[in-house]
């Protein structure tokens, strides 16, 4: 494995972490007030690692609702990642099976933005650098969420701090990230808006999967930009 191309993406996770860290520390106070103790939290993290998905599930366990409502619910939270994969696969084919089980594992929403936006650049998606971005999220995520479970209750929300906008901030410099791309506009706008639709309807996490939809059904629906200089007469 290279050790360069592991550093290089362990540091460009960096932000990515800086950003999420409250919020590992969020899910770990949360889940210990819902009764978990702080392992259990951390296994959580460990084995789900899926932010959103993560306090959708301990909502739901606190609720004592069937188990199959809660697996549906984390699945639809969840449904981008199909996508996700599908459209990583061209970048990291020439990994080993293990390799891609792995690389799976770890995908999150930065980690698909930050690979995709890389494989298009031109430069290779290596595994040590995936594994090195990916790392440096998934181990300090299950630490956090350890430390939240533990001394979760004295920071309390991290609105009140005002960290809480950290994260969106970094999401919406990754979504400007594909600015360039044609229809990049009009596809953000639907899907901006049937999301704070979706928001008041049905409420939260719910939105993100159906403003997600949205988008991709417009996007799929639109003819593709011809580029300058490539148009054909007919």
Request: net charge neutral; proline share 6%; charged share 10%.
């Amino acid at each position: 494995m290279s050790r360069s191309e592991f550093a290089q993406g362990a540091l460009k996770a960096l932000p990515v972490i800086i950003s999420a860290g409250p919020f590992a520390v969020l899910f770990g106070a949360v889940a210990v007030a819902n009764g978990q103790t702080v392992a259990e939290a951390a296994l959580m993290s460990a084995t789900v690692y899926a932010g959103a998905s993560q306090l959708v599930g301990i909502e739901l366990f606190g609720q004592n609702v069937p188990m199959w409502v809660v697996v549906l619910s984390i699945l639809a939270v969840n449904f981008r990642h199909i996508l996700y994969s599908a459209a990583l696969t061209p970048f990291i084919d020439h990994y080993t099976f293990p390799q891609k089980m792995l690389s799976f594992f770890l995908l999150t929403d930065p980690q698909f933005a930050e690979a995709i936006a890389r494989g298009e650049s031109g430069r290779a998606v290596s595994f040590p650098w995936y594994f090195g971005f990916g790392a440096m999220i998934y181990v300090p995520w299950v630490s956090m969420s350890a430390v939240g479970g533990a001394l979760g209750s004295v920071m309390g929300n991290p609105a009140d701090w005002g960290i809480d906008v950290l994260l969106p901030i970094y999401f919406l410099g990754l979504v400007l990230g594909f600015r360039k791309r044609g229809n990049f506009l009009m596809i953000v706008t639907v899907s901006a808006v049937v999301s704070v639709i979706a928001q008041h309807l049905i409420g939260a996490p719910w939105h993100i999967s159906v403003g997600a939809l949205a988008g991709i059904l417009l996007a799929a629906v639109l003819p593709l930009p011809v580029a300058a200089g490539k148009e054909t007469a007919l």
